[in-house]
């Protein structure tokens, strides 16, 4: 193999030269590469594997790449599919109509732009979304968000508040389209999913909160705080009215009524979709009968489609950019994980940057139609699931659907009740009032529940934004303290086999005197460097509390570096490794090296550590280190009887000692067989509580 030199780990002669009592022991040979040759991790490049990809694609492959539906048009089976698809578009478009509009009141924005956000995105994505199931439009958490964040540059009843949501829906899909390409998604990894859980149940809590004001009959603060919201509520109690109150509640119990029935019966699976077009239907067919004053209705709603515009306000984009990447990150994560789901549910393959891009053209797209920022609907995604849908011709339905209510049912909406769309929305977001979660941190994870608290709390009492950083930070700062502070443990020998593992794990192993057994269980670089340095000062003067078994030596020869774990080390590692083989070499403690992968070893290698601690200090196994290590210790415990030997010979001396070499080489015949014997783990080691362990032996068995 080019560019690896092979050098043995310590050959029998060279093991026999550690004492004269001691028999050679057999180790397998450790392969050291050359200091230029290269890791395997560094070949072939990025752009390399790219190149190569491209040209073993075929002309399909092509079109998928550009067009994910293509996917599922060229295979598309329409005797199967067809049926269910239009069903399932169908149901979940008659959901779609009235939570577009109530979304749309939640951002501030009048409903004819909720109209138009379920309208143009749904074909958009159609084409370049990769999930079949997922259905993408107005969603009550970026609605909360624009709200939120527009509200405090400008009010909501002038035109610039519009202009600003269409700007920031382009902007998401900027963003989206940016990170889609650039394959940026692995990002949104750092971000904990008690964070997310915490963030969607203290934001469900401030939206039921800001949407009682439908309710109640009187306006109440615009805020994503909850103390503000709960004191403007207390403070207007003197203006509340009974009217909207009992219709809203009647309306609200209904809806959460289908939705559970439609939750946990089969049979009545078609309630869930249907609860929010009866809650429209109901408040529209009283507020035309009996037109109430005291109940506010939503009024009139242009008819038609939408026309294309440009998005103004570009003056306001760097004022924005905080926002879109918030709104981005809240997106992308509540829509990439649903569709993650329902692909793994429905047997196909989805690629989140696929995916990204897909999210991202459709905002662009629909920015030039005046929507705001829409992204995958957890609730109607799994109603689109739930009614058989196969494919994105379902999302096409909905479209139809949406389109024809534009186009022709406008008039009727103007006699819907606010309080019937907040109704609406406020069933919608219990079911992200996420406390099963919470109690399931509890029992399992405390850490992960403190994480969950803190995001729910200060998204709760500070805001939205301030909730989100401090959630995503401290999560940041859990990752980084447990890779600051990795695992590392103490080996010991598992009785009857040539296995060494954790001894807090497994109490029946046990150690060697003289040596210590040392696994580092995470890469080793500059941030944790130092923790592991301490940690093996504390190996080395602390014990460890087992019983130790072999040569009756009182301290530490020899530190094993059990290294297979490790992934990975820095240059700041490799100097510390260096100093720690010096501050061991002024005690006269070895360092010992066991199982390095081939990067770890090309690292130390270059850098001179391999040539430092010694290329015999390196081995294939545990097992192998601690043969040679314990012949050490064992050789250096016996060197101080060796002076008894000067004394002059007697023939009768002579006699006894010619005995003893015959007794010994019978011995040794033994010790092999049996040393063989347990290497493949088909000896049994089992001793009578008369016998004594014989130090000449490197691999002792266990004492009972």
Known sequence: ??????????????????????????????????????????????????????????????????????????????????????????????????????????AGLHPIYGLYSGFVPIFIYTIFGSSRQLAIGPVALTSLLVSNVLGNIVDSSEQLYTELAILLALMVGVFECIMGLLRLGWLLRFISHSVISGFTTASAVVIALSQAKYFLGYEIERSSKIIPLAKSIIFGADKFMWQPFVMGSIILAILLTMKHLGKTRKSLRFLRAAGPLTAVVLGTTFAKLYHPASISLVGEIPQGLPKFSIPKEFGYVKSLIPTTVLITGVAILESVGIAK???????????????????????????????????????????????????????????????????????????????????????????????????????????????????????????????????????????????????????????????????????????????????????????????????????ELEPDGSIGRGPGVTRIHFVILEMAPTTYIDSSAVQALKDLHQEYKSRNIQIAISNPNRDVLVTLTRSGVVDLIGKQWFFVRVHDAVQVCLQRVQSLNNSPKTSSTNSPRTPSSMMENKTSIFQRLSKQRQEDLSLSQLESGNLEISTSIDETPHLEEPLLPKKH
Request: hydrophobic residues 45%; glycine residues 8%; proline residues 5%.
């Open 1 to 106: 193999m080019e560019g690896i030199n092979r050098y043995n780990s310590p050959s029998v002669g060279d093991l026999t030269s550690y004492g004269a009592g001691n028999r050679p022991v057999k180790i397998i040979q450790l392969q050291h590469p050359s200091a230029s040759a290269a890791p395997s991790s560094s070949s072939p490049s990025i752009w390399g594997k790219w190149s190569a990809k491209m040209k073993r694609m075929t002309r399909a492959e092509w079109i998928q790449l550009f067009l994910p539906c293509y996917r599922w048009i060229s295979t598309y089976e329409w005797r199967e599919y067809l049926q269910p698809d239009l069903m399932a578009g169908i149901t979940v478009g008659v959901m779609l109509v009235p939570q577009s509009m109530s979304y749309a009141k939640l």
């Open 341 to 539: 789901a329902l692909a793994a549910k429905n047997g196909y393959e989805l690629d989140s940057n696929q995916e990204l891009f897909g999210l991202g053209v459709a905002n662009i797209v629909g920015s030039f139609f005046s929507i705001y920022p829409t992204t995958g609907s957890f609730s109607r995604s799994a109603v689109n699931h739930e009614s058989g849908a196969k494919t994105g011709l379902s999302g096409l339905v909905m479209g139809i659907i949406m389109g024809c209510a534009l186009q022709f049912m406008t008039p009727l909406f103007e006699y819907i009740p606010q309080c019937a769309l907040a109704a609406i929305v406020i069933s919608a977001v219990v079911g992200l009032v996420d406390y099963d979660e919470a109690t399931f941190l509890w029992r399992v994870d405390k850490r992960d529940f403190l994480l969950w608290t803190i995001t729910c709390v200060v998204t709760l009492f500070l805001g939205i934004e301030i909730g989100v950083l401090v959630g995503v930070g401290v999560s940041l700062a859990f990752v980084i303290h447990e890779s600051a502070n990795p695992h590392i443990a103490i080996l010991g020998r598992l009785p009857g086999t040539t296995v060494y593992r954790n001894l807090q794990q497994y109490p029946e192993a046990y150690t060697y005197n003289g040596l210590v057994i040392v696994r580092i269980d995470a890469p080793i670089y500059f941030a944790n460097i130092s923790y592991i340095k301490d940690r093996l000062r504390e190996y």
